[in-house]
């Protein structure tokens, strides 16, 4: 059966600040890339990019929150192409802009 082993999620994880592609991760798990995302979305609910982004999303507000790390810094460790980017897809999940939410989340 197919389960997402913990390695995969570490993987994940440990890899969250590079790069990722389907490939990379389904090569990694053992996977061929077409079966993994057809997987992967049955058991998560969303397809592997979603939940990259979602996940860089939860580290970027933990760092807001708990860190003075600047904007760039925040979004180069997370590997946006650019602020404006980081900053528009952190925008869209959270319904405010990273500097608004670092001064209420506080």
């Given at each position: 059966g197919f389960s997402m082993e913990q390695d995969c999620m570490e993987y994940i994880y440990n890899n969250i600040?590079?790069?990722?592609?389907?490939?990379?991760?389904?090569?990694?798990?053992g996977y061929?890339?077409?079966?993994?995302?057809?997987?992967?979305?049955?058991?998560?609910?969303v397809n592997l990019n979603k939940f990259i982004l979602t996940l860089r999303m939860d580290i970027a507000a933990e760092e807001l929150?708990?860190?003075?790390?600047?904007?760039?810094?925040?979004s180069e460790e997370l590997c946006f192409?650019?602020?404006?980017?980081?900053?528009?897809?952190f925008k869209?999940?959270?319904?405010?802009?990273?500097?608004?939410?670092?001064?209420?989340?506080v």
């Open positions: 600040g590079e790069k990722l592609t389907l490939e990379d991760v389904a090569k990694h798990c061929n890339p077409a079966y993994f995302s057809r997987k992967f979305k049955q058991m998560y609910g929150r708990t860190t003075d790390k600047t904007l760039v810094e925040i192409a650019s602020q404006s980017h980081f900053q528009n897809v869209n999940t959270y319904h405010m802009t990273p500097r608004a939410y670092r001064k209420v989340a």
